[in-house]
């Protein structure tokens, strides 16, 4: 956050600066050319009145492609951490059971088109031939039931591609962060579409009909505000989204954001709290730089 310093400047300087869009279309632009940036990921889980807290540590890399194209980017998926629950390390047999799995699969590479939506995986091949090369130490480091659970939940997940990338589309953190906020708004600067998001490991995705919308400038912070509000098509399932994102104006990329996953009628909320942990300046034209950081 900024210093008395920079807010007594900010309020000096209170006129907002407007949003930089590109061309006619107001395209809020994908820009993950010099993506290497590391995030802190929170999970709140309440369920019937009980609530739980889960958080992990990723960093995002760019990587450079063989060819000269702008019709996709690979981005590199890395965990950086444990799994925390409650703030400590998980231990029970079924989180270490996720970790194995994690071991796995990261690092992950993934392909994202031009407007920074995740369209497929590029590491299949990769996630198996690790599974084959750490079969047998698998095999030495756990015994018994333990071990026929791992094995038989990895080869389910394994056994087609079409599998795996459902099982690894599942992950609440890659859902949100590449979910299409950098595209074409309308001249109202905003947007309605659906959005789809996973709920349940082994269930269908929810679809929310959304509408989008970006602040015509930028907010006291400096930031770039993308808010998304919807309701859940479902006829079994009442059910809200809400979400807001915060970007960087300089390179539109995203420092923070928050999203909001309400099943109402099944007392069951998602929350999920995303963080930069290398802060970046924001240069401004009045002189002032903001850190943007916790």
């Given amino acids: 956050m900024p210093n008395e310093k920079?807010?007594?400047?900010?309020?000096k300087n209170k006129k907002q600066k407007s949003v930089r869009f590109v061309g006619s279309e107001y395209v809020l632009p994908f820009c993950p050319h010099e993506l290497y940036t590391e995030y802190s990921v929170k999970y709140t889980i309440e369920k019937e009145g009980e609530k739980k807290t889960l958080r992990q540590y990723y960093k995002l890399t760019r990587l450079q492609p063989q060819t000269n194209q702008t019709d996709y980017h690979f981005i590199q998926i890395n965990?950086?951490?444990?799994?925390l629950i409650d703030e400590k390390v998980a231990q029970k047999e079924i989180y270490?059971?996720?970790q194995l799995l994690d071991q796995l699969v990261f690092p992950l590479r993934i392909v994202v088109n031009s407007r920074g939506k995740w369209v497929d995986l590029n590491s299949y091949y990769k996630i198996k031939a690790r599974w084959e090369e750490r079969k047998?130490?698998?095999?030495?480091?756990?015994?018994?039931k333990?071990?026929?659970n791992i094995t038989e939940n990895i080869e389910s997940i394994m056994q087609d591609d079409d599998v795996l990338l459902k099982y690894v589309s599942g992950n609440w953190f890659l859902r949100a962060y590449f979910n299409g906020i950098h595209e074409k708004y309308t001249s109202e600067l905003e947007t309605n579409k659906s959005l789809y998001f996973p709920f349940l490991a082994d269930a269908e995705d929810q679809k929310f009909l959304i509408?989008?919308?970006?602040?015509?400038?930028?907010?006291d912070l400096n930031l770039i505000e993308v808010t998304q509000k919807g309701t859940l098509e479902n006829q079994c399932i009442n059910g809200?989204?809400?979400a807001a994102y915060f970007l960087n104006p300089n390179n539109y990329s995203i420092e923070h954001f928050v999203?909001?996953?309400?099943f109402i009628n099944m007392n069951e909320k998602i929350k999920i709290e995303v963080k930069n942990l290398n802060p970046q300046k924001i240069f401004v034209p009045t002189g002032v730089s903001l850190l943007v950081q916790d």
């Fill in 146 to 148: 333990f071990y026929d």
């Fill in 240 to 242: 809200s989204y809400d």
């Fill in 6 to 11: 920079e807010k007594e400047a900010l309020l």
């Fill in 96 to 98: 270490q059971m996720a």
């Fill in 136 to 144: 047998e130490k698998i095999k030495e480091a756990y015994q018994g």
């Fill in 211 to 219: 509408t989008q919308k970006v602040s015509p400038c930028l907010n």
């Fill in 79 to 83: 965990k950086i951490s444990p799994l």
């Fill in 259 to 262: 999203v909001e996953c309400d």
